[in-house]
């Protein structure tokens, strides 16, 4: 039986699990969540594994009926939410009766929210991974974002249940922009010192081109020490690719799995969450800092998530 039918699709609504991981050697692309955080919130709140899969909602959101009773969540981006009219909160467990309707009015904070569903959406696992990669049409409902008339089946809830209470989120949301850390390398000699530290205290802006695949960005270019050629590496989530022209992309969710641009760093794994919270036109600025600091941000992180989902 159908569990949820998308009445409108919203502006980009795709399912995504936490990612196709382990075939980028053969040039598949991860995909999942550009805010993993939020992800994990919405599916901690209804009782699911943190890797079911959920529908990741952009800038604009669906309407979506609810087929049979369910118990859903949403977390992410700040938008007004109402099952059949009455206002629900967000980041906590709600109960939707069979033939209800779950509407998002206009965003006030962040891009992306993730609505968790109890049993998690059932679509079929590609390479193991119900994540959607739009591009090469993968996974997901057929390989594409969510249009109106679609059904989406929902799986079994496996009965440890929620919390009764709103859960939180240990992400505070941008508004209008955010400051995240990189870690430099490994192309940064590649750039003069003076480029190097413009990269770190320009005020960069999202341009309309930005997409989860990439966040092309507006602001001071970072031109070459030569035109040397570089092997196409392994990209992964937060790279900043520096091509010809100067002006760095943030490589996102949807990357490509290789690329030969020089990298002049990489977001770290804890502040990309926050970066996927940032919409074309928001800005963004980048502090250097070490792998230690990285590692320890990432498991003050990680503990937080844990205790949310071990208070289901």
């Known amino acids: 039986m ?25 040039g598949v692309p991860v995909a999942g969540p550009m ?27 669906p309407e979506i009926e609810f087929r049979r009773a369910a118990r859903f969540a949403v977390a992410g981006a700040d938008f007004p939410l109402r099952l059949d009219g009455i206002p629900v909160p967000r980041n906590a467990p709600v109960a939707a009766a069979g033939g209800q309707r779950l509407t998002f ?31 090469s049409r993968t996974g997901g409902l ?15 809830a496996d009965g440890r249940g929620p919390g009764s209470r709103e859960v939180g ?16 390398g490994p192309h940064d000699a590649h750039f ?38 570089l092997l196409s590496m392994a990209t992964p989530f937060g790279a900043i690719q520096v091509p010809p022209r100067g002006e760095p992309i943030v490589l996102m969710a949807d990357r490509q799995t290789a690329g030969g641009y020089p990298r002049m760093a990489t977001v770290i794994t804890a502040d990309l969450p926050l970066a996927g ?9 980048f502090e250097a800092c070490d792998q230690a600091t990285a590692l320890r941000t990432l498991v003050r992180q990680e503990r937080a998530l844990l205790v949310l989902e071990g208070d289901r």
Not at 205 to 222: E, I, K
Not at 277 to 285: K, T
Request: hydrophobic residues 40%; aromatic residues 4%; charged residues 20%.
């Open 35 to 61: 805010d993993a955080v939020s992800f994990r919130v919405a599916n901690a709140a209804v009782g699911n594994a943190s890797s079911s899969a959920a529908l990741e909602v952009t800038l604009l959101g």
């Open 142 to 156: 057929d390989g594409r974002a969510l249009r109106a008339g679609d059904a989406l089946p929902v799986g079994l």
């Open 169 to 184: 989120s240990p992400l505070p949301l941008p508004d209008g922009g955010v400051r995240v850390r990189v870690v430099l």
């Open 192 to 229: 003069e010192p003076a480029v190097v530290d413009a990269f770190l205290t320009t005020r960069y802006f999202l341009t309309p081109h930005s997409d989860r695949m990439g966040y092309r960005l507006r602001g001071a270019p970072l031109p070459r020490r030569t035109d040397e050629h």
């Open 277 to 285: 919270q940032l919409a074309p036109g928001d800005w963004i600025e």
């Open 105 to 135: 009015g206009p965003r006030r904070r962040g891009a992306r929210a993730y609505l968790a569903v109890a049993g998690g959406i059932d679509v079929p696992a590609v390479l193991g991974s119900r994540a959607t990669h739009v591009g």
């Open 2 to 26: 159908d569990g949820l039918g998308i009445l409108s699709a919203g502006l980009l609504t795709t399912v995504q699990d936490r990612g196709r991981y382990g075939h980028q050697h053969l």
